[in-house]
């Protein structure tokens, strides 16, 4: 490394998730990950350090972009854009006077940490001789409580990081460690939630829509498509089946009784759903499922939907409240999607009485009119694909 310092982004990640032989498993994702979120700006290459990770910046990288971008990779626990310079106490020094003799601060501290213990200075050393440094250089003030400006600096075994503002990452894990599920995705409020929650554990999201096209316009298709392409910014490349499910309704329509039809639909959903999973590798089937919202959300109706299939079912909204759910809507941008009118496959075909109280004998037999591979099979070979990728 040459005595002038390098920028880039310094990202640290929590440890916690990080034991045993996850860890290589880990940050080879988060790498990957980085790598995928950042790989359309001008960035150099991506470093590991102990315990951390370095994205070197290009002259020309904005850092407001990439600051954006890394807000969006899970398993950041917090980042900053920071300097590189070699582990001495003189050249972090005058690095560091280098850069802040632009900025305008009245008070200041240094927070240092030492990450190996033969470096020859403690923590507080190099707090007080970097410290007494930018006192000098400034004529700001020493404030450890409410600083102006704080000095933040790491020595590594090999190299030295500085910089003024920590930034909270997004948490969660690296999309891709906890394997593949398919969220079944309406144009509503609670499924890219559902959806986004299950990325932040570490999860790749698979999409299926359903549709009532033809004897509904495309606006429900539409949406969950800007949805999926709004969520795709957390995981890089996403899949989107859209199962026209009009002619299946129609069906049902005409052989079930309407108390148990809601029921029915999803049923049917769930199955085409599992064959969809099996196809592309996942191991569960995600809903926006809120315990007690509507009627089909009872306990005894979930239980006698979930019964549809084998594959274990992930309800990550079940305990929410509709505002929690809202709230968390309108801070991941898919609120304003979802709240853009549509004829909604299920409302359109929807009874005014939903049995809120199902068992699994009445549910057999509201079905047993139906023949339900050919339906399933039928949907399933009409569905169309759509693949996307962000940054696009
Ligand atoms: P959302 O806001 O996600 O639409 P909701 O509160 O409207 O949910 P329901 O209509 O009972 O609840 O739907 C429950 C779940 O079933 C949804 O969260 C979603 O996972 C799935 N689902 C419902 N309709 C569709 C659809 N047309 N396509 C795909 N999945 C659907
Ligand atoms: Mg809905």
Not at 68 to 86: C, M, W
Not at 185 to 212: E, T
């Amino acid at each position: 490394m040459a005595t002038r310092s390098v920028k880039g982004a310094l990202i640290h990640y929590h440890e916690i998730a990080l034991k045993g032989k996850n860890r290589s498993f880990f940050l080879k994702q988060l790498a990957a990950n980085l790598r995928m979120a950042s790989r359309d700006l001008d960035v150099g290459p991506l470093r590991r350090p102990a315990g951390r990770l370095f994205l070197e910046m290009e002259e020309g990288t904005s850092w407001e972009e990439l600051r954006e971008r890394l807000s969006q990779v899970f398993g950041i626990a917090n980042f900053a854009a920071a300097s590189r310079v070699l582990p001495d106490l003189d050249l972090l020094s005058k690095s560091i006077e280098g850069e802040i003799s632009g900025r305008r601060f009245a008070s200041f501290a240094v927070a240092a940490r030492r990450a190996f213990k033969t470096f020859p200075h403690t923590s507080q050393e190099i707090n007080q001789v970097i410290g007494a440094r930018v006192k000098l250089a400034s004529g700001a003030k020493v404030d450890l409580s409410n600083p102006d400006l704080t000095v933040y600096i790491e020595v590594l075994p090999n190299e030295a990081f500085y910089y003024f503002e920590k930034i909270r990452g997004p948490g969660g894990l690296p999309v891709g460690v906890s394997g593949t599920v398919v969220c079944l995705l309406s144009g509503g409020i609670d499924s890219p939630v559902a959806a986004y929650r299950m990325m932040k554990r570490g999860c790749r999201v698979v999409f299926v829509h359903f549709h009532s096209q033809p004897f509904a316009d495309r606006t429900s298709e539409e949406k969950a498509i800007d949805l999926a392409q709004r969520l795709t910014r957390y995981q890089f490349a996403s899949r989107i089946y859209l199962v026209p499910f009009g002619e299946t309704q129609q069906e049902v329509v005409a052989g079930v009784t309407s108390r148990f039809r809601i029921l029915v639909y999803r049923r049917l959903m769930l199955r085409i759903a599992e064959e969809i999973a099996r196809k592309d590798g996942a191991q569960a089937l995600v809903t926006g499922e809120s315990l007690g919202q509507v009627s089909s959300q009872t306990i005894e109706n979930i239980a006698a939907i979930e019964e549809a299939t084998t594959l274990p079912i992930v309800r990550p909204l079940v305990g929410m409240d509709k505002e929690e759910i809202t709230e968390q809507a309108q801070q991941i941008g898919t609120y304003d999607i979802s709240i853009i009118p549509d004829q909604d496959c299920c409302s359109m075909f929807a009874p005014r009485q939903v049995v809120t109280r199902a068992t699994d004998k009445e549910i057999s037999l509201a079905e047993s009119i139906l023949d339900l591979g050919p339906l399933v099979q039928g949907a399933l070979s009409a569905a169309r694909l759509v693949e996307m990728s962000s940054p696009a």
